[in-house]
């Protein structure tokens, strides 16, 4: 069963850090997308980083230049490095992987979410 696992949120500062971890089981990181998505209360889920499986990387433009997304295929797992955590990055991470089979088939699965409080 494909399973992802979410790790790292939490409270922090604003200008604080968090590292943001996702763990993948029974699925093959490498020719997946992945992507870190989040949804604020009262909000839209947004794509906040996307990392593809042929090595493209793309930023919301509220976080470019702050997030950095990478991924390690042979552990199958993605990271979101966020620093200078600003307010109104709150919200509830959720790790994406998805991906077009040969025959056309959509695979995609999401993680349970991980909550990010920034505040003072």
């Known amino acids: 069963q494909v399973q992802l696992a979410e790790s790292g949120g939490g409270l922090v500062q604003p200008g604080g850090s968090l590292r943001l971890s996702c763990a993948g089981t029974?699925?093959?990181?490498?020719?997946?997308?992945l992507g870190w998505y989040r949804q604020a209360p009262g909000k839209q889920r947004e794509l906040v980083a996307g990392?593809?499986?042929?090595?493209?990387?793309n930023y919301a433009d509220s976080v470019k230049g702050r997030f950095t997304i990478s991924r390690d295929n042979a552990k199958n797992t993605v990271y979101l490095q966020m620093n200078t955590l600003k307010p109104e990055d709150t919200a509830v991470y959720y790790c994406?992987?998805?991906?077009?089979?040969?025959?056309?088939?959509?695979?995609?699965?999401w993680g349970q979410g991980t909550q990010v409080t920034v505040s003072s």
């Open positions: 994406n992987a998805e991906r077009i089979t040969d025959w056309g088939a959509r695979r995609n699965f």
């Open positions: 029974a699925l093959i990181f490498s020719i997946y997308n």
């Open positions: 990392s593809t499986s042929d090595g493209s990387i």
